[in-house]
């Protein structure tokens, strides 16, 4: 499976300790240049520069060729990059989060995957504990989802797990 991450799922798994879950979820995540060097930008937490000056063997960086695609709405270099790769390497799937981004990849067809899609998946395959998850992202500046919709998440979550 061939899936591509741009910046802000990377960061926050990071950032709250459950990025282990993209290895045994996928295998292998390959992020284009750029997206390497957002995650390692002055203002980019201190963990998360850390975590990057030893990458793990299942993340690779690649250097996207931007010939494969030519955005029509504004999003930021990662991302092009990130889609550019995810084109050329007819990827399964594109980690993402950026709403506008979004409108962008379905225009290409591409797969996407958002952070709490990964939080759902993860919880359904016992990897992470869905409460403390939610709890420790809440704890970051990341942009959250409707607060009806994390309520039905975890309302989901329990009853799966009292079968």
Request: charged residues 25%; glycine residues 2%; proline residues 6%.
């Amino acid at each position: 499976m061939i899936v591509i991450s741009d910046t802000t799922p990377l960061r926050y798994l990071i950032e709250i300790e459950q990025v282990h879950i993209l290895e045994t979820l996928f295998g292998k995540i390959i992020i284009p240049e750029k997206v390497a060097d957002e995650l390692q930008h002055p203002k980019t937490p201190h963990q998360v520069k850390s975590w990057m000056q030893a990458l793990p063997d299942w993340l690779e960086v690649r250097k996207a060729d931007l010939t494969f695609f030519t955005p029509q709405k504004k999003i930021d270099d990662g991302e092009r990059e990130a889609f550019a790769l995810a084109l050329e390497l007819n990827a399964d799937a594109v980690l993402l989060d950026d709403k506008y981004a979004l409108t962008e990849a379905k225009r290409l067809n591409l797969q996407t995957i958002a952070l709490f899609t990964l939080f759902e998946i993860a919880a359904a395959r016992n990897l992470i504990n869905l409460p403390q998850t939610i709890e420790a992202i809440r704890r970051t500046n990341f942009r959250l989802p409707p607060e009806s919709d994390i309520q039905t998440m975890l309302a989901r979550d329990a009853q799966r797990q009292n079968r």
